[in-house]
């Protein structure tokens, strides 16, 4: 039966405090919002990765089992701790969510979507090369680049403190995002939380 089918929630980011509050890290946020949501504690696993492992939903059939991970690898090679999780829990690729910084929407906007490319994006490219590309995807913006500044100094810096305002809101609602996409799919996400 599909519902007895674990879902993991890959949270990406850099790990190490000096990349905490940087843009590139909004999926780790999120990550900690969805565990501390479902009363867990990130622990250590033989993945290369920290997991929380907990229930979505309302107690019930509804509810989902639920593997939250944070790769302790880089961004870029977030594709070896994935597969390894994905083998160990037996999750099927459609029940990979990643969360993941993404320049070319407006800052806090959303767009869940399952497949297709990764635009450029060092972490979704390596997953992609381990997992294909059917797995979901919530995007969580951050808009582009003022001016001149490189692409790769701009996700490496913290959320300018104009930003830093709106943050708490913009996660909340990610997590929501997720969970909505976890209990009761991907069509009433989409509705609900692509803006």
Not at 87 to 97: E, L, Q, R
Not at 132 to 155: K, L, N, T
Not at 164 to 178: I, K, Q, S
């Amino acid at each position: 039966m599909a519902d007895a089918d674990p879902w993991l929630v890959v949270g990406l980011g850099n790990p190490g405090p000096e990349y905490a509050r940087n843009r590139h890290n909004v999926g780790f946020m999120v990550a900690d919002l969805l565990a501390e949501r479902m009363g867990g504690r990130f622990k250590a696993h033989k993945s290369r990765a920290q997991v929380v492992e907990g229930r979505c939903g309302a107690p019930g059939p509804s509810s989902r089992r639920v593997v939250v991970a944070k790769p302790l690898s880089f961004m870029n090679l977030s594709g070896g701790p994935t597969t390894a999780l994905r083998d160990f829990y037996k999750v099927p690729v459609a029940n990979i969510v990643a969360i993941h910084d993404e320049l070319d929407i407006d800052y806090g906007a959303l767009r869940l979507k399952l497949g297709g490319g990764d635009n450029g994006h060092n972490g979704l490219k390596s997953i992609t090369k381990s997992l294909g590309s059917e797995y979901h995807r919530v995007r969580f913006g951050i808009g582009r680049p003022p001016g001149r500044m490189q692409v790769a100094d701009f996700v490496l810096k913290d959320f300018s403190a104009a930003e830093r305002r709106e943050l708490d809101y913009f996660v909340d609602r990610a997590a929501d995002a997720v969970e909505t996409l976890i209990v009761d799919g991907l069509e009433r996400a989409q509705t609900t939380y692509n803006s």
